[in-house]
């Protein structure tokens, strides 16, 4: 499992000339293990979004304890991505392929002046936010739908279905968090929903207003894509 601050990343997936979490994992453990070592990601998390528990499969020609993996890595890896735990896994698993579903969460500084120690993590929204009005909205997503409405590249998904499991939004003083499970995700889908949410927070869009957003299938109808810096994947999921 990996832990990452995404700032400082192009994104999770390697790209050449680009500093991504997986490029700098690979390089770290191919010194660490060997120039054979792979990576596969279970999720891929775009440039500026953050991880807890990231799962990762990795294939070494050596043969390690799980905390000598965590240790090798982590000395070979920069201070803000690390191995929280490593063990070994099944014959051929594959991290991507045997995930049930992902969790994230969404981090929003309410403060009416900025945190300067969320300014990585948060978006900050200065406007008072309508928690009850914002669970409301995002009641009639859940289950299975067409997403295509908070897809950021209409057509780019083969299948626009997905299975929203769950989606809570949690108020503490002034900060709010939205967090979200489903089987699978389109792009920017997480962060097209949470930009959408907070417009009927700070009443500019009614409750009602994006079950009919969903219905329509419409990215144009929908609200603006929250920023990247809020987002966390917290845990990708399996069965057992």
Excluded at 30 to 44: D, Y
Excluded at 126 to 148: C, E, I, N, Y
Aim: aromatic share 6%.
């Amino acid at each position: 499992m990996l832990a990452y601050d995404g700032t400082e990343y192009h994104g999770w997936q390697t790209q050449p000339g680009a500093r991504t979490v997986q490029g700098t994992l690979t390089e770290a453990a191919r010194r660490a293990l060997g120039a054979g070592t792979r990576v596969t990601g279970a999720s891929r998390t775009d440039a500026g979004v953050h991880a807890l528990r990231q799962a990762v499969s990795l294939t070494a020609g050596v043969a390690l304890g799980g905390a000598a993996v965590r240790g090798a890595l982590n000395a070979a890896l920069p201070r803000d991505v690390r191995v929280v735990d490593a063990r070994e896994a099944p014959a051929g698993f594959n991290a991507r392929r045997a995930a049930h579903g992902k969790r994230y969460a969404y981090l929003v500084d309410n403060a009416p002046i900025a945190n300067p120690l969320l300014r990585r993590f948060a978006w900050h929204v200065p406007w008072p936010l309508d928690t009850v009005a914002m669970r409301a909205a995002l009641a009639p997503l859940r289950g299975r739908h067409d997403f295509s409405a908070f897809c950021a590249s209409p057509g780019r998904a083969k299948d626009p279905v997905c299975v929203l499991r769950a989606v809570h939004v949690i108020r503490r003083r002034e900060r709010s968090a939205i967090l979200l499970s489903a089987d699978r995700y389109l792009h920017h889908m997480v962060r097209n929903i949470v930009g959408s949410a907070v417009d009927v927070g700070r009443g500019a869009r009614a409750p009602d207003w994006l079950a009919g957003v969903l219905a329509a299938r419409d990215r144009t109808l929908a609200g603006p894509t929250a920023p990247a810096q809020g987002l966390v994947l917290v845990r990708v999921l399996y069965a057992g």
